[in-house]
T-cell receptor, first 116, second 114 residues
Framework: AQKVTQAQTEISVVEKEDVTLDCVYETRDTTYYLFWYKQPPSGELVFLIRRNSFDEQNEISGRYSWNFQKSTSSFNFTITASQVVDSAVYFCALSEAETGANNLFFGTGTRLTVIP | NAGVTQTPKFQVLKTGQSMTLQCAQDMNHEYMSWYRQDPGMGLRLIHYSVGAGITDQGEVPNGYNVSRSTTEDFPLRLLSAAPSQTSVYFC?????????????FGPGTRLLVL
């Protein structure tokens, strides 16, 4: 069965510190997709990244970077030089191409607070 | 483009009452879905639709009905509200399935069932 685990419930960092949000997943499918979404205090969900299981290249987008490692079933998200605007709940999610392409399974989220 | 819109933003119901949560998108997306978000949990899929006239159940469909008569609208109906349905409800849309295309989420509807 599929599962997404975000063990860090809450993280607080001081502005300009780097922070890594962990995501560990379980799936039996060989083809799957991993996602990160941001939910700021306003409540809407903002898409950050989608990565398929065949692409293990790390990705960098500005201050954001993602480290996908199939060997450890992890898809971690790092924010470099954090800013107050990064304060939000971050969700990792999984979708399985073979058994559940219509569904995203979400982790429980990590609440990040960036202290000025 | 307004994107994905949801109404109402907040609703209080009494147990047993019925209501419809509205969701509309103006991006001509084929795929629409409803999720609920409960404290300490991730979002869970209630129902989804891959196009007008086609709907299917997600992970937690009990107590909810949906229909998709047009591409733009995907209402979620609670036939007899229960306190367990107190939650924040999100509607989402994408051109294709979530693995193929980015899902865009609405702002959410906060529902309290007393």
């Amino acid at each position: 069965a599929q599962k997404v685990t975000q063990a860090q419930t809450e993280i607080s960092v001081v502005e300009k510190e780097d922070v890594t949000l962990d995501c560990v997943y379980e799936t039996r499918d060989t083809t799957y997709y991993l996602f990160w979404y941001k939910q700021p205090p306003s409540g809407e969900l903002v898409f950050l990244i989608r990565r398929n299981s065949f692409d293990e290249q790390n990705e960098i987008s500005g201050r954001y970077s993602w480290n996908f490692q199939k060997s450890t079933s992890s898809f971690n998200f790092t924010i470099t030089a954090s800013q107050v605007v990064d304060s939000a709940v971050y969700f990792c999610a999984l979708s399985e191409a073979e058994t559940g392409a219509n569904n995203l399974f979400f982790g429980t989220g990590t609440r990040l607070t960036v202290i000025p | 483009n307004a994107g994905v819109t949801q109404t109402p933003k907040f609703q209080v119901l009494k147990t047993g009452q019925s209501m419809t949560l509205q969701c509309a998108q103006d991006m001509n997306h084929e795929y629409m879905s409803w999720y609920r978000q409960d404290p300490g949990m991730g979002l869970r899929l209630i129902h989804y639709s891959v196009g007008a006239g086609i709907t299917d159940q997600g992970e937690v469909p009990n107590g909810y009905n949906v229909s998709r008569s047009t591409t733009e609208d995907f209402p979620l109906r609670l036939l007899s509200a229960a306190p367990s349905q107190t939650s924040v409800y999100f509607c989402a849309s994408s051109q294709n399935t979530p693995i193929e295309e980015t899902q865009y989420f609405g702002p959410g509807t906060r529902l309290l069932v007393l």
